[in-house]
């Protein structure tokens, strides 16, 4: 059965640094990504890489601070946070599609990051 687990979350100061990873299980997957969702707020958009590691993407309040990457041999996706903020204050969640134009339809069962000012 094909499983994403997250680990990596943690309470860390503004202007601080975590790396997310996410170890997948059961299949191999197409695109990967990470999602997250702040207290009240819906589900909203992180990164994304292809399965060659050729394509990434990012949504705008990220850009430059966090970097998404995967290890192919290990299975595992990362997301590289430096600099911080408390707006990233979030459940972030991996995501996965089994075939790349599909939706993500595999959810891992997400991991806190709370960043204080």
């Known amino acids: 059965q094909a499983q994403l687990v997250e680990s990596g979350g943690g309470l860390v100061q503004a202007g601080g640094s975590l790396r997310l990873s996410c170890a997948a299980s059961?299949?191999?997957?197409?695109?990967m990504g990470w999602f997250r969702q702040a207290p009240g707020k819906e589900r909203e958009f992180v990164a994304s890489i292809s399965s060659s590691s050729s394509t990434t993407d990012y949504a705008d309040p990220v850009k430059g601070r966090f970097t998404i990457s995967r290890d192919n041999a290990k299975n595992t996706v990362y997301l590289q946070m430096n600099s911080l903020k408390p707006e990233d204050t979030a459940v972030y969640y991996c995501a996965a599609k089994a075939v790349v134009f599909q939706n993500y339809n595999y959810w891992g069962q997400g991991t806190q990051v709370t960043v204080s000012s």
């Open positions: 059961g299949r191999t997957f197409s695109r």
